[in-house]
């Protein structure tokens, strides 16, 4: 097959377009000077909400994958009709440093247009600049195709010209791809793996709590369940957006805004003089299946937010405040759900983590994991109400969270003597976990198991674990009830819109 003009020109713009967002990755990573940013942002801002709160149903996690591709596809495919652009001049002026040139100045371009002058719009410019200035060939060299302008040449009838620019094009193009996979493994040397986390401010008192925690939990025989406290890098992580806002402590500031009876700006260092606490404090996302991993547990430095909230005097008719991050992300719920939160800058006595909201998160006892705005910037009071991120999606997920009790793979776990150990956490938001039990009948009959010991703290999960003998294959089901005494509802329903319900059952044995 020859490969025509055009399509010689396409395979090496896209080969260009892909040269150039590896470059832009090498320059800066997985942050939001990276030029799949911005596109990635604009594909999640457009997606119509049925759409999206589909892909969680149907997709999981895998969603994110999805928009991810079509941003990445999308962004070469701008840098590619670039390099085109400058194929296409190169050879009205038969020069192959305008071919360089475009390619390399007008990605450049593009990539400031979309992230602002960083070293992420050199690093796209030079490899797109490097692909299409070798790549170009004048059209006298080229094997015409039926599609091609340029005037026949000897190349037509001449194979051997004619398997030589196709050997070199698409050693180009594997050049090319050589680069976009060594750029990936590239970046992560230079990265030299993540910062360790610097201790947080003021969280001296953190560790005293964590062992509090620890001494309350059960001893589980698996390993791989967590313990009452989640270690940091497997807390789970739900995001909008697939970059991380970038904020350091210096910049950030919170604003309250709106329907007061004066604004406050209050900034890092002021919060961190408040009176400071260490709440134990759980977290569940709405969109989790009723087995779900979507639910963790951790020991946070923070300070309350009602001494702030009250200093600026809310006025608002519907008593309720918008929550604002700096991702984008917004919220809406009643101020007097407001009031009992905590403004964190401490997760397990390390600063809180880019990916859990550095420098500071709300969090917000009892209610769904969507109320816990990341990056927290702004709190604005309100006279009406108004749908928040995932409300505008179809979600119904800013009340209390439902009452639920997990049996995880790793907690089951066999114990060599023919006996099995199940063992979870059960949840119930700020009505506390009162009872757990087990069926390993179906549900026909139940036993009370052993919970960890109860905490102080208003919002924390408990661990449980039972062990039994299994003569066979055995179906188990586990229940909780919460400290009003409210067994846990055994009527099914998926996550959408207020979260899935039902009881967790399982195949033993
Ligand atoms: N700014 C911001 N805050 C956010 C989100 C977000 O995407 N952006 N996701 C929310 C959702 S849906 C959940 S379940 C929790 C998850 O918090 P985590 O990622 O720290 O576990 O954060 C909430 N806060
Ligand atoms: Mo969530």
């Known amino acids: 097959m020859i490969i025509g003009t055009n399509e010689r020109d396409g395979l090496l713009a896209a080969a260009a377009g892909a040269a150039a967002v590896a470059g832009s990755y090498l320059a800066t990573g997985w942050n939001p000077s990276f030029v799949v940013r911005p596109v990635d942002q604009a594909i999640i801002n457009l997606t119509p909400g049925p759409i999206v709160t589909f892909s969680i149903a ?43 040139a475009v390619a390399g100045v ?52 001449a194979p051997a010209v004619v398997d030589a620019v196709r050997r070199r094009t698409l050693g180009i193009v594997a050049g090319a791809l050589a680069f976009v996979v060594a750029a990936g493994g590239g970046r992560r040397l230079l990265a030299g793996g993540d910062d360790p986390l610097a201790d947080a401010p003021r969280s001296e008192g953190a560790a005293a709590r964590l062992q509090e925690l620890d001494t309350a939990g059960l001893a589980f025989e698996s390993d791989d369940l967590h313990d009452m406290v989640s270690p940091i890098g497997e807390f789970y992580n739900v995001d909008i957006a697939e970059f991380d806002p970038e904020v350091t402590a210096d910049e950030w500031s919170l604003t309250f805004t709106g329907e007061t009876g004066s604004d406050r700006t209050v900034t890092f260092d002021e919060l961190i003089d408040r009176p400071v606490e260490h709440r134990a404090i759980t977290l569940r996302c709405v969109g989790e299946d009723l087995n779900g991993r979507k639910l963790d547990n951790a020991v946070w430095t923070g300070t309350p937010i009602r001494p702030l909230l009250e200093s600026v005097d809310p006025q608002g008719e519907c008593d309720c405040a918008m929550l604002r991050g700096e991702d984008g992300y917004y919220v809406q719920f009643p101020v007097d759900v407001l009031a009992e939160g905590f403004l ?64 995880w793979d790793e907690g089951i776990t066999e114990l060599g003597d023919g006996r099995v150990e199940l ?33 102080p703290d208003a919002d924390v999960w408990r661990q449980w674990r039972h062990v039994f003998e299994p003569d066979g294959e055995r179906e188990v089901v586990v229940r909780a009830t919460d400290g009003t005494g409210t067994l846990q509802s055994s009527e099914e329903s ?7 319900s039902g009881w967790v059952r399982r195949t033993v044995g």
């Not at 700020?430 to 390993?440: A, W």
């Not at 998926?494 to 899935?500: H, L, Q, T």
């Open 58 to 100: 149907t997709f999981g996690d895998a969603g994110h994958l999805i928009h991810i591709a079509m941003a990445v596809a999308t962004v070469v495919g701008l840098f590619g009709a670039v390099a085109f652009a400058g194929f296409r001049l190169a050879t009205r002026t038969d020069r192959r440093a305008v071919a360089a």
């Open 106 to 157: 007008g990605s450049w371009l593009l990539a400031a247009a979309l992230t602002g002058i960083s070293a992420g719009a050199l690093g796209a410019a030079i490899p797109a600049a490097a692909v299409a200035g070798i790549g170009w060939l004048p059209p006298s060299a080229a094997p015409s195709g039926g599609d091609t302008t340029a005037s026949d040449t000897t190349a037509r009838d």
């Open 344 to 407: 964190a800058w401490g997760m397990n006595g390390k600063e809180l983590p880019s990916g859990h909201g550095h420098p500071v998160r709300v969090l917000i006892p009892g209610h769904w994991g969507e109320t816990n705005v990341k990056w927290l910037s702004e709190i604005e009071l309100l006279n009406t109400e108004d749908d928040g991120y995932w409300e505008e999606r179809g979600w119904e997920g800013t009340g209390e969270v439902k009452t639920v009790a997990k049996l």
């Open 423 to 455: 063992a979870g956490h059960a949840y119930a938001g700020t009505r506390g976990i009162e009872r757990v039990e087990v069926s390993t009948d179906g549900g026909d009959s139940w036993t009370d198991a052993a919970l960890s010991d109860p905490l």
């Open 494 to 500: 998926g996550s959408v819109p207020s979260g899935a």
